[in-house]
């Protein structure tokens, strides 16, 4: 069955002290990891897509890495603004189906100033 | 670009009561859409695959003449929650997949949820 895992579940960090979030997966197909941010109340909002083993993606502080069993999410110095929760998810295709979205639990981040 | 709108944020209603939420994509056309609902502090569960012009795939365990869903045109996809209980309380969002790139190699956009609270 296929699954993804996030550590940790929260991580409170000091403002400009970096950190590293972890996301693994087992999928029989992967068809893309992609990296959310959602405050709280609010929808997910795109970040990151990875589709290869290797690939490295970056934006502002944040920057995403892939393996063949994990990603990892590295947060440079970050600031009270980067407090939200970061979630992971696979793409699989069932055959004959849509391609869908399974997401971890994400990790709950919040630094403080 | 890329902009998913949901209507309404917030519900509060009666139980035996049914409850429709909107979802329209603004800015593009959505062939699909999907619908997930999520528990504090827990992961979004994918509910429901959304297709313009026929109809929706449910996922295992979700019941179909419980939450109906209507894609009746490429902007705009609604679920309704038919007599909604209590148990049904949950913060319900959805989300679209621009065109091009092929299936799947755009990421899918989100609205911002509904929060739907069952009396």
């Known amino acids: 069955e296929d699954q993804v895992t996030q550590s940790p579940e929260a991580l409170r960090l000091q403002e400009g002290e970096s950190s590293s979030l972890n996301c693994s997966y087992t999928v029989s197909g992967l068809r893309g990891l992609f990296w959310y941010r959602q405050d709280p109340g609010k929808g997910p909002e795109f970040l990151f897509t990875l589709y290869s083993a290797g690939e490295e993606k970056e934006k502002e502080r944040l920057k995403a890495t892939l393996t063949k069993k994990e990603s990892f999410l590295h947060i440079t110095a970050p600031k009270p603004e980067d407090s939200a929760t970061y979630l992971c998810?696979?793409?699989?295709?069932?055959?004959?189906?849509?391609?869908?979205?399974?997401f971890g639990a994400g990790t709950r981040l919040a630094v403080h100033p | 670009g890329a902009v998913v709108s949901q209507h309404p944020s917030r519900v509060i209603c009666k139980s035996g009561t049914s409850v429709k939420i909107e979802c329209r994509s603004l800015d593009f056309q959505a062939t699909t859409m999907f619908w997930y609902r999520q528990f504090p502090k827990q992961s979004l569960m994918l509910m429901a695959t959304?297709?313009?012009?026929?109809?929706?795939?449910?996922e295992q365990g979700v019941e179909k003449d419980k939450f109906l869903i209507n894609h009746a045109s490429l902007t705009l996809s609604t679920l309704t929650v038919t007599s909604a209980h209590p148990e049904d309380s949950s913060f319900y969002i959805c989300?679209?997949?621009?065109?091009?790139?092929?299936?799947?190699?755009?990421?899918?956009?989100f609205g911002d949820g509904t929060r739907l609270s069952i009396l």
């Open positions: 998810a696979v793409q699989e295709n069932p055959k004959g189906g849509y391609n869908k979205l399974i």
């Open positions: 959304s297709n313009e012009g026929s109809k929706a795939t449910y």
């Open positions: 989300s679209a997949r621009p065109p091009g790139g092929g299936d799947g190699n755009q990421p899918q956009h």
